[in-house]
């Protein structure tokens, strides 16, 4: 990979030869675990503007109708947080001379907070062709990162690193999209926002100029300068659907998408008689007896749901590097491999300007374990027949730096091959973010999408994500319990893996309900060894006996502690809010009681004080008397620790007992019993100052 400065450029055909589709990623890490960013992506003409509504892409407007663009979301590193783009460079529409890629931050956030601020662009393999890491971060609240741009023939890369320190809404003025101040006529008010947050209007044409300097709680005009067809000389021109801005604050609402379909969460009333009738289903599921049934069926659900709804497939398939395009897909294909032909469970094909990519597919269901063999002659298959990929699948959820199974790539053949892992949970979790939150094309797509989700989660499909914690993890447990489980045992590794795993899981299934990001926070530097990190958390475990983990869920300003203590056999789920700055300490105290009404009576409350520790109570004890958090000896408060605990499973599987389960069900009560209700709490403003 080559490394560039800022304002270098370079030719990405010169890097590489498979550079027609791109993968962009923009990360980022924070030592204490809060920060984040939101990427956006414009296309821009020869003239530096947007050329209409549909140039401009963010979380509210995440992909382009022909499949050229596409935000595939956060994934968490060993180090941060990594936010990744799909471009199809062959799909760009000509008259578009430049992709800007950009990211904002909301509230009080500047990007000055934020370490290893970096931009990378891959192949559609994968491979790194060239990064830039932006070095003079400060008081800015929007980043250009870098652009590609055309020169003749080819793309080229520039990597930009210019800031705005007046958000999003500056960055958008500058290239044509018209932002108008709350204060003018026609911006609405702050009470009239929706959940997509202030809208931004057309480019600006003629003589008008885009107000620049707009601050970051504006809102946009939702008027275009150019008149419809239809329109008489005089009249004035229709407004035109804009693209959404998002909302530059911290707890905007769900993400939606325009003209687009989607389901309700909650279904209508059953006309059942009763609740032995079972409604029919597409995809029926109970009679499946044996793992082979399962794999079957399973890939077959799966293949045919994809091809069948263009959103679904394009988003499981972009972060692999293949194209926008129309795809078919195949199962139990045959093909030669010496004297005994080989069978992978499924075939993905997608053609693009009589191109096709081609990628194998290995599924396992049930908690079955991939086998290295048999994925390492898919991989010379594909080698051989120039095939881009091979895609296993199965309950277990990928790692950085631990591969779900190991194959090893012929670097002397001239093509190459790429491996990628999916698993059941990201499915599940893509299925249910299009068809709750983000919406398909058509209600027949959302209702195929509806049942492939009922699939998924019956208890006879296999499919239910990742529910075993190893072999290592009674052995572990009973060590921890005993004390004879010593610093460096290699079974607390891999026990910490799996928990790693687990807290993966338990944020994708959290941020499809939600239809908010939600990601596992790791404290660490850019650059730090992923292995390393995991060996200091099994010393650890070995030496306390606790796993523990962060996770972040977008519209919470707050980071959520999950620790599992194996010697007493609790998980604590916690975060910590701060008082509103320049609020009497009493005033907080009562008011943060109050917003937990409907918390449980269990939870428990800490003050934060700037030394020492402060006054703690249950929830029960203090609703009628808030003033017992006050922290004695005129010590300053900070805020407040928010606690619940709960006994866990006992077993490694998926039984309500399990220990998995637990950790589903404290995370799920935490956030939606207690975190939930306190979102406002900081951000209200204090009495004094």
Sequence with gaps: MQEITKGANVSLTALGEDSGSVVVSLGWSSTSGSGDADVSVLLVGADGKVRGENDFYFYNNPAAADGSVQLLGKTPTGNGDEDRISVDLTAIPEDVARIVVAASQYGSARFGDLDDLRMTVSDRSGEPLVGFSIEDAGAETAFIFGELYRRGEEWKFRAVGQGYESGLAGLATDFGIEVLDETEPGGAADGDRGPTGPTAAGPATG????????????????????????????????????????????????????????????????????????????????????????????????????????????????????????????????????????????????????????????????????KQEQVQEYVDIAARRGYEAVITLSNDVALEGAAVVNVKIDGRRKHKVSLWHLSWAEVAHQAQMLIHHEGVGNAAHAWLLQELLAYLRHDQSGCQGFQNMGPAWVPVRRGIEDETLGIGDERAVAVVESWERLIRQVCLRVGGELGQKALPVQRARRGSDPGARRAEAAEALCRDGRLCAEMRIDGTSSVIAVTADLRTGKIRTSAEVPAPEGSYPLSSAKRLVRMLAEAPADLHVETLVESGHGPRGTLERLRPEPGDLLPGNGAQLTGFRLSLIKGMGSTRGNAESGFIRSVDDAVDRFYHGVLAHVGAFEGRPGRRG
Excluded: C, Y
């Design 207 to 370: 003589s008008a100029q885009p107000s620049a300097g707009t601050g970051v709680g504006a809102t946009a005009a939702a008027t275009s300068g150019v008149a419809g067809s239809g329109a008489a000389a005089g009249e004035a021109p229709a407004a035109a659907p804009a693209p959404a801005v998002p909302a530059q604050r911290a707890g905007r609402g769900a993400r939606t998408t325009r003209k687009k379909v989607t389901l309700p969460k909650v279904a209508g009333k059953s006309l059942a008689e009763n609740d032995s009738w079972r409604r029919a289903r597409l995809f029926p599921s109970p009679t499946l007896k044996s793992d082979k049934e399962r794999e079957v069926r399973a890939t077959s659900v799966l293949l045919s749901v994809m091809a069948e709804v263009p959103e679904f497939g394009r988003r499981l398939t972009a972060g692999f590097g293949a194209p926008a395009g129309r795809m078919q897909t195949f199962t139990e294909v045959s093909l030669p491999h010496g004297d005994t032909p080989r069978r992978p469970d499924g075939v993905i094909r997608v053609e693009r300007a009589g191109k096709l990519w081609t990628a194998l597919l290995e599924t396992k269901t049930n908690g079955n374990a991939l």
